[in-house]
T-cell receptor, first 115, second 113 residues
């Protein structure tokens, strides 16, 4: 069974800092990995999708890396802003006979960026 | 273009009742997936539908069922509601089933009292 773990569970940083969020998964046989942002009580916004053959993806101040063999991904946020405050979720896509190509999520990292 | 839409936004039900949640995918997307997110946890996969057929099912009891219509919209039905069914129910759409990127709707907040 695929287990997805996100560390730390919560993080508070002052505005302007660069930060790294970590995600690990137990089964390296993944198709891709997605990072999402979730504001309180809201749906998920997709930030970055990394295919299993890729090493990293970048979008603006965000950079996500993937090391499939070690079962790890990191989300790097440069020059953090108060508007980045949200919960960040990591999800891996695997395939099995029951769930098809479902996303398996971690519990998320709650980020607070203080002015 | 409109994103994934879900209705209703919020819902309060009593234990033992039945509930129907609705989802409309992004225009052109033919696959819809449902997830349950309990407070403080990551979303858990419930169902995936593509071209009106079930393509995946998570580890949920038979009280949970879903269907997809010819216009690719979808309904999630939950019977005999329990307090533990209180959660945010998220719908995601993708062009097809498989490994495509999924786009999520705003969710329906279900409270069971």
């Amino acid at each position: 069974k695929q287990e997805v773990t996100q560390i730390p569970a919560a993080l508070s940083v002052p505005e302007g800092e660069n930060l790294v969020l970590n995600c690990s998964f137990t089964d390296s046989a993944i198709y891709n990995l997605q990072w999402f942002r979730q504001d309180p009580g809201k749906g998920l916004t997709s930030l970055l999708l990394i295919q299993s053959s890729q090493r990293e993806q970048t979008s603006g101040r965000l950079n996500a890396s993937l090391d499939k063999s070690s079962g790890r991904s990191t989300l790097y946020i440069a020059a953090s802003q108060p508007g980045d405050s949200a919960t960040y979720l990591c999800a891996v896509r695997i395939s099995n006979s029951n769930s098809g190509y479902a996303l398996n999520f971690g519990k998320g990292t709650s980020l607070l960026v203080t002015p | 273009d409109a994103g994934v839409t879900q209705s209703p936004t919020h819902l309060i039900k009593t234990r033992g009742q039945h509930v129907t949640l609705r989802c409309s995918p992004i225009s052109g997307h033919k696959s819809v997936s449902w997830y349950q997110q309990v407070l403080g946890q990551g979303p858990q996969f419930i169902f995936q539908y593509y071209e009106k057929e079930e393509r995946g099912r998570g580890n949920f009891p038979d009280r949970f069922s879903a269907r997809q219509f010819p216009n690719y919209s979808s309904e999630l039905n939950v019977n005999a509601l329990l307090l533990g069914d209180s959660a945010l129910y998220l719908c995601a759409s993708s062009p097809r089933a498989g490994t495509y990127e999924q786009y999520f709707g705003p969710g329906t907040r279900l409270t069971v009292t």
